[in-house]
């Protein structure tokens, strides 16, 4: 093992090229080196092509000392990875015994003929060790071919690649010693600031090495991903929790979670935590909102239902909104919305009533209410019902708008519970 | 343009690395220019680390001459993919006045200010031109630093970079004679039948070389992918059709939509087409359904809204569904599936109700109902309502049996507009 670990996935398949299939392979190796701790500083993708697969293959040896490849392993023409490497390094293929036995086996299961195609899946370069496969019949190989170089191979199949992985790779890499303590990583959650401004206000924790500290934005969130390097995960945590401490305190009321949690989680656990119950009242998102509350297993303790109000017909017959309200102010108005939130509270017998009645687009917009413009209405155990405004701009898309629609509503209420715990607190 | 295009895609970011994201981008790149007909030869991930992707660049320009960077566009100072292509190119980077005042006036939008930070998104090296993005703040470069190399870049929001793709380089590719000849594929959609069954009654056309056609299984629906390489599109249009109605013929009432298509969009166009309406009355699914039938622009025409039973009080009071039915049958029941139905019709007034009541887990399950039974219930406007049980798996996630538990009722939907069609017809 070198001083340095600098692991490189190299993944070979025209398909991926062509755009055919999504690359889920260069992901869970990417996740699965991280928790081993190894650096991993480039990833490949090279078609099933000899000239420039052996050009990727010198390129990641020269900047990278574990090369692990995925694809090309088949046992068709142009399954070229592993007599590639082989020639990259010019080593010789050997036949081995205990791979052609272990095909003609799993080829019998499946009552299919040992063919000269299969059989070339068990050739390996010379000095290689098999790196067996308990679910395909294309087996990889670990191999050093000189000082500082190792090389694992795996099918491109996902699922072989995987158990192949878990059984073989990560005991060897750990073994000798490859794997040096572990990345740990918590993502912080925010909702209602923009990247640049939360930015500038942890920009103190930016430049920080261990554990290091990185915004992203996502649909209308932002994240603050805090990862720590350490001999344990414990001690990784240990690292983490006082910067965390201080995120949360600097991002406030717009820090709403962390990790797994997401806006319809968090709101699920206030509302669980006050046992009190919401439904729904959506225009423009048509039930967007009520498939983020029950996307969380057992959210029937607190979520009773809702009316997908999409016709103004039905905001009237099933919210009881007043047709002289629509008339008045329109069906995108903070009138309407007050009053489906009302409605959706009234007719399903919950606590709180959330409404959504907006422009998605990209037909309907006016210079008055461009599209983008979406109202979130919310009726309380208190009686008071009220609206806020918000401009997502008429340049979004209409998934777009929409998505981040069902999100700021569940926001609206996160901050109306969390008001409501912080005055019942003594 | 060099006589031979050769493109290179380099997705830039941390994230990636970690497994944090998966990498589409890379995936809509590659379709992109495989539909261009621009040889696409290799793929490179490297981290928000100037030096590595430093040398990223070198060895990307060595080897391709179509550089096309994603990600690390953004205002923050681990965005470094500008000013490292600058430095790679020896080019001193120019602040961009248009791009300031675009910046200022998206921030403006949202209600916020301009900061140093989004002010480094104007920055781009000098010779390049602004390659405008319609939705966010940070723009993307066109530049060719030196014979040879064309140099592209986008942000890493999925968004952003195809809305940019689509309406500039894409444009400008073509412009320059970067396509040459083309390889257009089709897509034909199929509900209700599965991989194998499919693969096996289309085997005859697996082994055709131009086309090609490859089956592709997705969550619940079923693809085959007919692709031709031609000089131009119409001649590849031609190559495609006669397999195409081959395909659909072998498909059947399987086959519902190529490309594009969706269950949604196929059912609003019948509904369209017939002026008739529907409403949705869901359980386990919550909004899902009705989110679908809303994706569509214009879906406003048709779907007139529907009702969010979650609990059984609301089944009873927002459908009308007989407490008796309930008790005797249960809610998830072929019983409470049609009464859920004829109640989202009559309380909405449309032609058509629609209702899905089943168990998505991952609790709720029992030996006689377990997870992934599903009713789907379909109330006409000749007043028959009936109802099918699906049975989803009890191994499935919730997420899985939700989303098609939606598309299921669409497609049950489907078929029977299809049948009213056929029958209409002389």
């Not at 036949?95 to 080829?107: F, M, S």
């Not at 007043?322 to 009138?335: C, D, I, Q």
Request: glycine letters at 10%.
């Amino acid at each position: 093992m070198p001083t340095t670990p600098c692991a490189e996935a190299i993944c070979v398949g025209t398909e991926l090229l062509l755009g055919d299939i999504l690359n889920s392979n260069a992901q869970f190796l990417a996740r699965q080196l991280a928790e081993l701790g190894i650096p991993h500083f480039f990833q490949t993708v090279v078609g099933d092509n000899r000239d420039r697969l052996r050009e990727a293959i010198s390129t990641a040896a020269a900047r990278s000392n574990l090369l692990i490849f995925t694809g090309g392993l088949g046992p068709t023409p142009d399954d070229l990875t592993v007599e590639t490497i082989a020639a990259a390094f010019n080593a010789p293929l050997i036949e081995q015994p205990d791979a052609v036995a272990d095909i003609e086996r799993k080829l019998a299961q499946r009552g299919r003929p040992m063919t000269a195609s299969n059989r070339k899946q068990a050739l390996i370069p010379q000095g290689a060790t098999l790196l067996p496969n308990p679910i395909g019949t294309a087996p990889g190989i670990i191999w050093e071919p000189r000082p500082g170089v190792t090389i694992l191979t795996f099918p491109g199949v996902p699922s072989e690649m995987k158990a192949m992985w878990r059984e073989t790779a990560v005991p060897y890499l750990r073994d000798r010693g490859w794997s040096q303590g572990t990345i740990y990583s918590r993502t912080l959650r925010f909702w209602g600031i923009g990247e640049s401004t939360l930015a500038e206000k942890v920009a103190a924790f930016l430049d920080h090495q261990n554990p290091t500290v990185a915004p992203y934005a996502g649909r209308g969130e932002v994240k603050l991903r805090i990862s720590a390097r350490a001999a344990t995960e414990a001690d990784a945590i240990a690292a983490i929790e006082p910067v965390e401490r201080q995120l949360r305190h600097l991002g406030g009321r717009d820090y709403y979670g962390c990790d797994r949690d997401t806006l319809a989680t968090v709101v699920g656990k206030l509302l669980s935590d006050r046992r009190e119950t919401v439904a729904a009242a959506e225009s423009c998102t048509a039930g967007g909102l009520g498939a983020m509350f029950t996307e969380v297993p057992g959210s029937s303790r607190y979520f009773l239902g809702g009316v997908m109000s999409y016709s103004n017909e039905s905001k009237v017959t099933l919210l009881g909104v007043l047709p002289e309200t629509l008339e008045k102010f329109g069906a995108v108005s903070a009138e309407t919305a007050c009053e489906m939130a009302q409605g959706a509270r009234d007719r399903l017998g919950s606590d709180w009533g959330l409404s959504i009645t907006g422009i998605a687009g990209p037909g309907g917009g006016t210079a008055d209410k461009p599209i983008g413009l979406v109202y979130v209405g919310l009726a309380g155990p208190d009686g008071r019902v009220e609206s806020q405004q918000f401009r997502f701009g008429s340049q979004r898309e209409r998934d777009w708008i929409r998505a981040v629609s069902a999100c700021t509503a569940l926001d609206v209420l996160r901050r109306r519970l969390l008001d409501e715990r912080d005055r019942d607190r003594p």
